[in-house]
């Protein structure tokens, strides 16, 4: 943490010990003190107020994946997705703002490695289970870029697929370091994000005609 709180006084005890907080001017004043003798005073950096993501609109989800290394996990979600972290505790758990939805990457031990399963769409085998956001076209291939340039490797190469159908999409996928499947796209139409058609149905009449 290395950003600079807004404090007000707040005054709470735990364990006997009664801690002040207060705003010295710079917000960065905490007073540990113990029958009323100040005996430790130390810098603190929350980000507990305006510079916090803010959430998406409507209902954001949430969603909890499960990690080998927070370290590790860090480094690609805050750092090559550049994903604003919220909460965490220690190297337990850490939050993250997906394009304001709730990610959380829970620690769940050394061994652990996402499984996975194919499935086919429009010629691509798709790993399953997978996430990710739905993206603009100008976002989508932002962050395609930035993927790219950080050598991760794609799993499915950005693309266009469903050409010339309502569902039409670019779309890439790519995993973390413990093997979980992220999906990013882009509908060509975005009111078509949950258009109702069968894809298969579609390509057996633009076929025989």
Known sequence: WNRVVDWRMVGFVISGWRYTVGNNGSGRCCSVVKSGLNVRRFSL??????????????????????????KLARDFYGGMLGLEEGRRDGDKWQDYSLFGHQLVCHWVGNEYRGTEWFNPVDGDEVPVPHFGIALDIDAFHRLARRVSQSNTKFVIEPHLRFKGMPGAQYTMFFKDPSNNSLEFKAMINPQNLFARYDVSALNSTSTSE
Do not use: Q
């Open 45 to 70: 950096s929350c980000n507990l107020t305006g510079n916090a993501a803010k959430p998406a609109p409507g209902s954001p989800f949430h969603l909890a994946i499960p990690v080998h290394d927070m």
